[in-house]
């Protein structure tokens, strides 16, 4: 598989929401700029950490 790969996925309104919440948080924090792709990857990676351990 290439390192990125287009997906389309179905998102909760709630967690579509928490998501855009921590890309503000993010956002605020930083002179760049922060996709909501790039948010979702980070929140992804973190929560499958706990399926590999």
Not at 14 to 29: D, F, G, H, V
Request: glycine content about 2%; charged content about 20%.
């Amino acid at each position: 598989m290439p390192l990125n790969t287009r997906i389309t996925i179905v998102l909760d309104s709630s967690n579509a929401q928490k998501l855009r919440n921590i890309q503000a948080k993010m956002i605020k924090t930083t002179s760049k700029s922060v996709s909501f792709s790039h948010v979702l990857n980070l929140v992804l990676a973190e929560g499958l950490k706990k399926f590999n351990s």
